[in-house]
C-alpha cells in the first residue's frame, strides 16, 4: 500500500481525470440523502447498550455476512489494490484468496463459538475474561487509538483522491463525508452502520462490476487480455512479463515475479499468519458477526463473507490488470503508470503522468458516460463512508466497555454506557479530522501509523488463538506474549527503517519489496509471541478449567448441529467455498 | 432483518437500486436520441441502457418484494 500512501501525500492539484454531469450529481446528492434517512429512521432502535454497540444481537447471517465484508472494503482497499494489481499482476490476488479465504473459514468454523458463546462485546473483551485485565487493557489502546488514527488517515487519502479525481477540495471532500458518518452512526450505533454497510456493499458492485465486463469484451476475453499484457510488458522491457498473470507458478524464487516473494511468504507471513490476525482477532470486522442473532448465523456470516470475497478480485484486480493491457495515452502509445512519487512530482506532473493508484478511476473514465461515471464514484465514497463508520463504531464500542468501563468507571450503568457511546462517535470523528489534518501537513506520520496498525494484528492473533485452543495458556502468558510480539514486531520495523540492508535478515532477501517484508515480519512476530507465551505459560499458574468455561476448546460445550439439514449446515457451505477456492488457485495458478 | 417499524434493509437496497437505475437508463436513452459529441470507449454498447435497465429491474422486484404493506402484511400473518 506503500504507493497509495504516497500519492495521497501529495497536496498538488493535477488536472481533474473526470468531469461530472447532472445527473452524477443527482446520483451521488442521493446517495447521501438514503444514508441519512436510515440513520434518521433506526434512532428509535438504539436506546440500550445491546442495541447501540451490538445492533440488538439480531442480525441474520446475510445482513452480519455482508457487513463484515463491507467493513473491510473501504475505497482506498479498492483503489489501492487495483493500483497493487497493475504493480505486481495477478500476485495481488493473494490478499483477497489466501490471505482472505482461509481465514474466514476458519473464523466461522473454529473460533466464533468461543466469541459468540462467551457474549463479550468486543476482541479486547474476550481477553479480559481469558487473560484478565493486563491483556485486554494493552489491545483495548492499542486497537482504540490505531482505529481512530487509521480512520483519519483513510478520510485524509479519501479527500486526496477525490480531488485528483473529481477536482473536489479537500476541506469540502472530508467534512462532509466525516459528518454524514458521524450523523448515521450517532444516531443508529451499529445497527445504522451495519444498515448503511450493506447498502453500500450493493453500491460498490453496482459501480465497479461494469469494469471489468466492459474491458474482457475490449480485450478479447481472459486469454486476450493475458495476450496483451505479455505484448505490453515485453514492448517495455519488464522482467517476467509472463509473471504478471500466474498466481502461484512464479513463486519458486524471490527473483521470479514483481513482487520479490516466494511462496513461503505467501503462505506462511500472509495466509497464515497476517490474514488470520486480521479477519479473527481485529474488531473492526469481527463487530459485524458479533451482532448476529444465534451461533449459527454467527458461523454462517463469515462464510458469506468469504463467498462474496473470492470475487472481489474481479472488480478490483481485473480492473488492474486491464489497465496493463488496455491503457493508452492520447497519442496511441502505451500509457504506463508509475509510482506515485514520480507521477506527483513537478517533472511527473509536465509529463501529465499517472500513478498506480489512479488505474480505478482510469478505467472507470475509460467506459462510464454520465450517470455510470457518478454511481462509480458513489460507489468509492460509499466504500470510504463504510470503512469509516466500521472504524468508528468499533472504536466507539472498545472505548466504551474496554476502557472507559473496565479503567475509568466501572460502576457505569447501561444508559451512561449508551450517553457515552454517542459522544465517542462524534469525539471518534473530530478525532479523525485532526488526524486527516495532521497528516495533511505531516505527511511521513501516514506511513508509520499504517504500519504501527500491521504491528499488533499479528501478535494478537498469535494470544487470542492460543488462548481459546490450549488451556494452559495463563493471563501472564497472554499478557507478556502480546507484548513481546507487539514489541517485537515494532523492533524490526525500526531495524529496517536504521539500516535498510537489514531486509535480507527480516525478509530473507534483499529484493524484497514492502509487501514481502509485512509477510516476514508478521510471521516472525507471531512466532516470537507464542514462544514467549508457552515458556511464560508453563512457569506460572494456570486459571482453574471451571473458569475457562465458554472460553477454550474442550471446556466449552458447542451447540450441536447435526439435526440441522445439511444445506443449513455452516460447515457444509465453508467446504463448498473452500473447493471454490481450491479451483481459483488451480485456474489461475 | 426488520428496524422499529416495518422497513426492511433490502427495500433500502431496492430502493437506492431502482432510483440509480433509473436515472441511468434515463440518461442512456436520451443518449441514443441525441448521440454525445465526447463518447467514452465501447459507446455503441449504450452500457447505460442496459445497466440502468437491469438496475432498475432489480430495484424495482426489491421495492415491491420488501415494500412496508407486505411487511405489514407478513407480520400479521406470522
Redesign the interface.
Known amino acids: 500500500m506503500k504507493t497509495t500512501l504516497l500519492i495521497v501525500t501529495s497536496l498538488i492539484a493535477p488536472p481533474r481525470l473526470v468531469h461530472l454531469s447532472i445527473v452524477d450529481l443527482v446520483i451521488i446528492v442521493f446517495y447521501f440523502a438514503l444514508v441519512l434517512a436510515i440513520g434518521l429512521y433506526l434512532k428509535e432502535r438504539a436506546n440500550t447498550g445491546e442495541d447501540f454497540f451490538m445492533a440488538g444481537r439480531e442480525m441474520t447471517a446475510w445482513v452480519a455476512g455482508l457487513a463484515f465484508l463491507s467493513a473491510n472494503l473501504g475505497s482506498l482497499e479498492l483503489m489501492g489494490w487495483a493500483g497493487n494489481a497493475y504493480k505486481y499482476g495477478i500476485l495481488a490476488a493473494h490478499w483477497y484468496w489466501i490471505g482472505a479465504i482461509p481465514a474466514m473459514l476458519f473464523l466461522a468454523l473454529v473460533m466464533m463459538p468461543f466469541y459468540h458463546i462467551c457474549k463479550t462485546h468486543s476482541v479486547p473483551g474476550y481477553l479480559k475474561l481469558r487473560f484478565g485485565p493486563g491483556a485486554q487493557a494493552l489491545s483495548s489502546i492499542s486497537f482504540a487509538l490505531m482505529t481512530v488514527l487509521m480512520s483519519g488517515i483513510n478520510m485524509y487519502a479519501m479527500a486526496v483522491v477525490m480531488k485528483v479525481v473529481l477536482g473536489w477540495d479537500l476541506n469540502f471532500s472530508i467534512l462532509v463525508s466525516s459528518i454524514t458518518v458521524a450523523i448515521y452512526v450517532t444516531l443508529g450505533g451499529l445497527r445504522s452502520a451495519i444498515f448503511n454497510e450493506v447498502l453500500q456493499f450493493f453500491l460498490i458492485w453496482a459501480g465497479a462490476l461494469l469494469i471489468p465486463i466492459m474491458g474482457l469484451i475490449e480485450a478479447g476475453g481472459w486469454s486476450g487480455l493475458q495476450a496483451k499484457i505479455l505484448q505490453n510488458l515485453t514492448e517495455l522491457n519488464v522482467p517476467n512479463p509472463g509473471s504478471y498473470t500466474h498466481l502461484w507458478s512464479t513463486l519458486g524464487k524471490f527473483s521470479d515475479n514483481p513482487m520479490g516473494i516466494n511462496w513461503a511468504g505467501i503462505v506462511f507471513g500472509l495466509g497464515a499468519v497476517i490474514s488470520m490476525g486480521y479477519w479473527t482477532t481485529d474488531f473492526l470486522v469481527i463487530q459485524r458477526v458479533l451482532a448476529a442473532k444465534d451461533l449459527r448465523s454467527a458461523e454462517l456470516a463469515p462464510i458469506i463473507g468469504a463467498a462474496f470475497k473470492m470475487m472481489v478480485p474481479f472488480i478490483v484486480i481485473l480492473p488492474g490488470l486491464l489497465g496493463l493491457a488496455l491503457l493508452r495515452d492520447p497519442q496511441g502509445h502505451l500509457l504506463r503508470l508509475v509510482p506515485a512519487d514520480v507521477a506527483w512530482s513537478p517533472d511527473g506532473q509536465a509529463q501529465g503522468l499517472h500513478g498506480y493508484d489512479e488505474v480505478l478511476p482510469l478505467m472507470l473514465a475509460r467506459y462510464c458516460g454520465p450517470g455510470l461515471l457518478g454511481l462509480g464514484i458513489t460507489a468509492l465514497v460509499a466504500g470510504f463512508m463504510s470503512g469509516m463508520a466500521g472504524n468508528v463504531s468499533a472504536f466507539t464500542t472498545v472505548w466504551t466497555y474496554d476502557i472507559y468501563g473496565a479503567l475509568i468507571n466501572k460502576n457505569a450503568s447501561d444508559q451512561s454506557k449508551v450517553k457515552m457511546g454517542r459522544w465517542v462517535t462524534v469525539i471518534g470523528v473530530i478525532v479523525s479530522i485532526g488526524t486527516a489534518y495532521l497528516v495533511m501537513h505531516a505527511q511521513s506520520i501516514m506511513d508509520y501509523v499504517q504500519s504501527l496498525f500491521s504491528f499488533f494484528i499479528a501478535p494478537l492473533f498469535g494470544t487470542v488463538i492460543l488462548g481459546m485452543l490450549w488451556k494452559r495458556a495463563t493471563p501472564a502468558g497472554g499478557f507478556w506474549g502480546l507484548l513481546a510480539g507487539t514489541l517485537s514486531s515494532v523492533g524490526m520495523y525500526a531495524w529496517v527503517k536504521v539500516d535498510p540492508t537489514a531486509v535480507r535478515y527480516v525478509a530473507l532477501s534483499s529484493q524484497a519489496q514492502d509487501q514481502a517484508q509485512n509477510m516476514f515480519r508478521a510471521l516472525w512476530c507471531w512466532l516470537i509471541c507464542l514462544l514467549v507465551t508457552v515458556v511464560v505459560s508453563l512457569v506460572t499458574q494456570p486459571k482453574p478449567d471451571a473458569e475457562l468455561t465458554g472460553l477454550v476448546y474442550g471446556l466449552t460445550p458447542i451447540p450441536n448441529t447435526g439435526n440441522v439439514p445439511l444445506l443449513q449446515r455452516p460447515v457444509f457451505w465453508g467446504a463448498v467455498v473452500a473447493i471454490v477456492f481450491v479451483i481459483l488457485q488451480i485456474i489461475f495458478w | 432483518?426488520k428496524?422499529?417499524?416495518s422497513?426492511s434493509?433490502w427495500f433500502?437496497?431496492g430502493?437506492?437500486?431502482l432510483?440509480?437505475g433509473a436515472?441511468?437508463l434515463?440518461?442512456?436513452i436520451y443518449?441514443l436520441i441525441a448521440p454525445?459529441e465526447n463518447?467514452?470507449?465501447?459507446?455503441e454498447?449504450h452500457?447505460?441502457v442496459w445497466?440502468?435497465g437491469i438496475?432498475f429491474v432489480v430495484g424495482v422486484v426489491y421495492t415491491w418484494h420488501f415494500s412496508p404493506a407486505r411487511e405489514r402484511a407478513r407480520m400479521s400473518n406470522s
Open positions: 432483518m428496524s422499529g417499524g422497513l434493509i433500502f437496497i430502493l437506492s437500486l432510483v440509480n436515472l441511468i434515463g440518461r442512456g443518449e454525445p463518447r467514452v470507449v465501447l459507446y454498447l452500457a447505460n445497466w440502468g438496475l
